[in-house]
């Protein structure tokens, strides 16, 4: 949907398009409305902005995109073109927006987005966003010269809840495990599901959405000692050590973990990866 907003500031006036005043459910025989019966429909996030029109409508250049709720209450997502435009002969001027809902396409950029970075069992990243964001945070770590951490955590009973329990069961014990790797990490750390034992992470690969095994690899930056590392490890194979509840069974899960260290351990994603391999 395109429509159009304009704002006469001598009058103090807007005029809206017919599929906006439809979306707002503004009466369609008013010629125009005040600013101020149409501020409500923006979100709050977005709304000082327009409350600039009277004093500094210039301002709204910088607001490519805003949220408003139609009239059913629904967030909507509208993408803005704002014009200056002065009448040569009376020297009156106007701002007018062509504005276009966008909700769909972002929502959709987002599902794309999620499937092609993120894991679809656990929720973790994938191997992708993995390898992506392990290869920023050596560029990082040598440019301030910091140290990184690169983990590979094993553990032993996914291939038997695999075959005796079955797909809902196994994937239950995948994320009950990606839960707690996530409790025990930092926000900034980064954990995400490896493939195959001794498989590398493969960039740009559309399988990497899958699970495939029972590893999964830790990224930590601004590690501090190699003590503290160490200590993190103990904390993650104690968590994954408690049973795991599925259905009647209790499972207890073997832990190895594998640490790699910057630039102790190698200065590239591959030579780390293959060094924590436990």
């Not at 809206?16 to 429909?41: I, K, T, Y």
């Not at 000082?48 to 210039?58: G, S």
């Not at 408690?242 to 594998?258: C, D, Q, R, S, Y």
């Amino acid at each position: 949907r395109v429509s159009y907003w304009e704002w006469d500031p001598k009058a103090r006036r807007m005029r809206l398009g017919e599929a906006a005043q439809q979306l707002l459910a503004l009466d369609p025989d008013r010629p125009d409305f005040a600013l101020e019966e149409v501020l409500p429909h923006i979100l709050p996030a977005d709304r000082h902005y327009f409350m600039q029109l009277d004093v500094a409508p210039e301002q709204l250049r910088a607001l490519s995109e805003f949220r408003m709720l139609d009239r059913q209450g629904n967030e909507l997502l509208l993408s803005q073109r704002l014009e200056h435009l002065v009448d040569e002969a009376t020297g009156n001027e106007r701002w007018l927006a062509t504005v276009q809902d966008v909700t769909e396409r972002r929502r959709t950029e987002q599902r794309i987005y999620r499937i092609s970075h993120f894991d679809t069992v656990t929720g973790l990243p994938n191997q992708a966003l993995l390898r992506k964001s392990m290869q920023a945070l050596l560029q990082l770590a040598r440019r301030r010269a910091s140290r990184a951490a690169y983990l590979v955590i094993a553990t032993g009973e996914q291939q038997l809840v695999a075959s005796s329990l079955g797909h809902e069961y196994n994937a239950r014990y995948l994320l009950e495990l990606a839960n707690r790797l996530r409790t025990q990490l930092r926000g900034s750390d980064l954990v995400a599901p490896l493939g195959e034992p001794g498989s590398a992470p493969q960039a740009e690969d559309p399988r990497a959405a899958l699970v495939h095994g029972d590893r999964f690899a830790a990224v930590l930056n601004d590690v501090g000692c190699n003590d503290d590392v160490t200590r993190l490890c103990e904390r993650l194979v104690a968590a994954l050590s408690e049973p795991i509840t599925l259905g009647e069974e209790a499972l207890f899960t073997t832990v190895n973990i594998g640490i790699a260290v910057f630039t102790e351990d190698g200065d590239d994603f591959a030579t780390q990866h293959q060094h924590a391999l436990p």
